[in-house]
């Protein structure tokens, strides 16, 4: 697999087992995502669901973040293909736990730190093994810039990431910017999400973003692959897609949101221990669909 492909797959996880800063601003959420696989009989449907809880440590803004999250994927792979699936290859759960620490440096910059343990698997022994554990982490620092007269509203987040799942022996960049720009409308640039919202009224807004997805899970029972002298180990789907969203404040906190879009990048293939790719499942780019609730301190 080359690097532009490993680079991609890194930032999806680091969507994916760091919940806390992909959606920093979320307590909780439940979600639902399909799309199906264009010139195939395959389809891709994920249940997600994940609870932050910020807990006060002191008066001067820090904070103990413990979080968890749980996936249960449903790949309908109907492909036929030149190995024994054995129908285990169609159904993945991951659960995620994760511990974030933040405070306040000064008025300006915060300070957070976050880590945690994955198991991302088939589940085909009915039991956890070593190789479905992933481990993450990653410090950064956050400046906020609150609506006051005569300022723009900005954030920015600095920061590096580490994951056993990366492919990459050192830690990588996260880099996130928020501005508002002109009346109800604002931009944010950044990984694993890039997009401009325009607000239709005080409780409903438009989007047009740039995004990544996918998911990462262990087989636990090795495929050997025709062809090729490594075995399967583990499955991979990283995403690359365009599109809009809408989401409408049902109360102060709480947002129903539908996002629908089109794939840039569809890039499934099962992998070795390398994290090379063995075998390719699909590359054609398709319809993809999300929606769900969640509830966000802003």
């Not at 959606?23 to 609870?51: G, H, I, K, M």
């Not at 620092?141 to 990459?168: M, N």
Request: overall charge positive; glycine content about 8%; charged content about 20%.
């Amino acid at each position: 697999m080359n690097w532009f492909v490993k680079l991609f797959a890194f930032l999806i996880l680091t969507s994916l087992t760091n919940n806390s800063l992909a959606q920093s601003t979320d307590l909780a959420r439940l979600e639902y995502t399909y799309f199906p696989q264009a010139n195939s009989d395959n389809s891709f449907r994920r249940f997600r669901t994940s609870v932050n809880i910020p807990l006060k440590l002191n008066d001067k803004g820090a904070y103990l973040v413990p979080g968890v999250e749980y996936e249960n994927i449903n790949f309908k792979f109907e492909d036929k293909t030149p190995f024994a699936k054995r129908g285990t290859l169609d159904r993945f759960q991951s659960f995620t736990a994760t511990l974030g620490y933040t405070f306040k440096i000064n008025e300006a910059w915060r300070f957070g730190g976050l880590g945690g343990v994955m198991v991302a698997s088939n589940f085909e022994t009915s039991k956890v093994i070593k190789d479905d554990y992933l481990y993450t982490g990653a410090v950064f620092f956050l400046k906020d810039r609150d609506e006051a007269p005569g300022e723009v509203p900005t954030r920015l987040i600095l920061g590096l990431h580490y994951s056993t799942t990366s492919g990459f022996p050192f830690p990588l960049p996260i880099v996130n910017y928020y501005r508002e720009f002109r009346p109800n409308w604002s931009y944010t640039l950044g990984v694993p999400k890039s997009n401009v919202k325009y607000s239709l009224t005080g409780r409903s807004e438009l989007q047009a973003f740039v995004t990544l997805d996918g998911f990462y899970a262990n087989i636990q029972e090795n495929r050997a692959i025709p062809n090729s002298s490594n075995l399967g180990e583990n499955i991979s789907m990283t995403i690359l897609l365009a599109g809009v969203g809408y989401e409408y404040k049902i109360t102060n906190h709480l947002v129903y949101y539908l996002y629908g879009g089109h794939t840039l990048m569809n890039d499934i293939r099962i992998r070795d221990d390398n994290r090379d790719d063995v075998y390719e499942i699909n590359k054609v780019n398709t319809f993809y669909g999300r929606t769900g609730l969640k509830i966000s301190i802003l």
